[in-house]
T-cell receptor, first 112, second 114 residues
Framework: AQSVTQLDSHVSVSEGTPVLLRCNYSSSYSPSLFWYVQHPNKGLQLLLKYTSAATLVKGINGFEAEFKKSETSFHLTKPSAHMSDAAEYFCVGRGGGNKLTFGTGTQLKVEL | DAGVIQSPRHEVTEMGQEVTLRCKPI?????LFWYRQTMMRGLELLIYFNNNVPIDDSGMPEDRFSAKMPNASFSTLKIQPSEPRDSAVYFC????????????FGEGSRLTVL
């Protein structure tokens, strides 16, 4: 079975400082993993995806994530937070089939 | 492309009334998904279609919920009769063939059942 665990429900950073949003996965086989972002009153938008081609994945808006099989992690990072990054972020996994497993979300707050 | 279009954006209704939510997927996308989002349960997959055919409806809460996709450009999610616990944001999403991890979401329909 496929599952994803987001380790923090809320993360608060200052503008200009690094962002780290943590996600662990469990899967009986090599997963496809994704990060989505949801701004208030909006639908979810794909940030980046891992599908085994490269362990370091670059996404939109300066975000990237590294797949670490030894740690079963897929953490999302950004070197310098911007106010517009304030949103909810979802780590998502897909094992077999077409069904996705969504994490519970991490609310990112960016302060001046 | 205009993206996935959902209507209505907001719906307030009274318990017992019928609710119909609508979705127009992105042209050329052959998968369509209906999700429900609540604070308590997060995002839940209700049902998904491939080429207009329902593939998995195991997430549909009960018989009060039904979904149809009469053609490639239109889908509906109907709740009859509605109950207060159905209050949520309902999202429609679509994806290209073979790209079912890369969903394009609509902006959602916020349903409030009084």
């Amino acid at each position: 079975a496929q599952s994803v665990t987001q380790l923090d429900s809320h993360v608060s950073v200052s503008e200009g400082t690094p962002v780290l949003l943590r996600c662990n996965y469990s899967s009986s086989y090599s997963p496809s993993l994704f990060w989505y972002v949801q701004h208030p009153n909006k639908g979810l938008q794909l940030l980046l995806k891992y599908t085994s081609a490269a362990t370091l994945v670059k996404g939109i808006n300066g975000f990237e994530a590294e797949f670490k099989k030894s740690e079963t992690s897929f953490h999302l990072t950004k070197p310098s937070a911007h106010m517009s990054d304030a949103a909810e972020y979802f780590c998502v996994g897909r094992g077999g089939g077409n069904k996705l497993t969504f994490g519970t979300g991490t609310q990112l707050k960016v302060e001046l | 492309d205009a993206g996935v279009i959902q209507s209505p954006r907001h719906e307030v209704t009274e318990m017992g009334q019928e609710v119909t939510l609508r979705c127009k997927p992105i042209s050329g996308h052959d998968y369509l998904f209906w999700y429900r989002q609540t604070m308590m349960r997060g995002l839940e997959l209700l049902i998904y279609f491939n080429n207009n055919v329902p593939i998995d409806d195991s997430g549909m809460p009960e018989d009060r919920f039904s979904a149809k996709m009469p053609n490639a450009s239109f889908s509906t999610l109907k709740i009859q009769p509605s109950e207060p616990r159905d209050s949520a944001v309902y999202f429609c999403a679509s994806s290209l063939p073979g790209m079912t991890g890369e969903l394009f979401f609509g902006e959602g329909s916020r349903l409030t059942v009084l």
